[in-house]
Nanobody
Framework: DVQLQASGGGLVQAGGSLRLSCAASGFTFDDYAIGWFRQAPGKEREGVSCISSDDDSTYYAESVKGRFTISSDNAKNTVYVQMNSLKPEDTAVYHC???????????????WGQGTLVTVSS
């Protein structure tokens, strides 16, 4: 079975940092792109960052560029997103997802993990 296990969320003050992890299993990791998406209460889900596991191509939403860094450890089938300089507007449930190619739309990702909550206090 395909599984994506997101972890690393928590409560942090503005300006702080968190590292989210997405551990994948049940599929050939190198053949997929992994995306991080977030959804805040009352808002639509938005793409945050994505990485292609075969060539490490990356994408960042404008709102997180320069603050978030995505990386992939193919030996561990895990994708990380290091989130620095967090802002209250980063508060959301963060999900990781897997899809065949690196695209920015959530429609391109067929496998989803449960979310991890990130709360940034002001």
């Amino acid at each position: 079975d395909v599984q994506l296990q997101a972890s690393g969320g928590g409560l942090v003050q503005a300006g702080g940092s968190l590292r989210l992890s997405c551990a994948a299993s049940g599929f050939t990791f190198d053949d997929y792109a992994i995306g991080w998406f977030r959804q805040a209460p009352g808002k639509e889900r938005e793409g945050v960052s994505c990485i292609s596991s075969d060539d490490d191509s990356t994408y960042y939403a404008e709102s997180v560029k320069g603050r978030f860094t995505i990386s992939s450890d193919n030996a561990k089938n895990t994708v990380y997103v290091q989130m620095n300089s967090l802002k209250p507007e980063d508060t959301a449930v963060y999900h990781c997802a897997a899809g065949p190619t690196l695209v920015t739309s959530d429609y391109g990702y067929g496998y989803w993990g449960q979310g991890t909550l990130v709360t940034v206090s002001s």
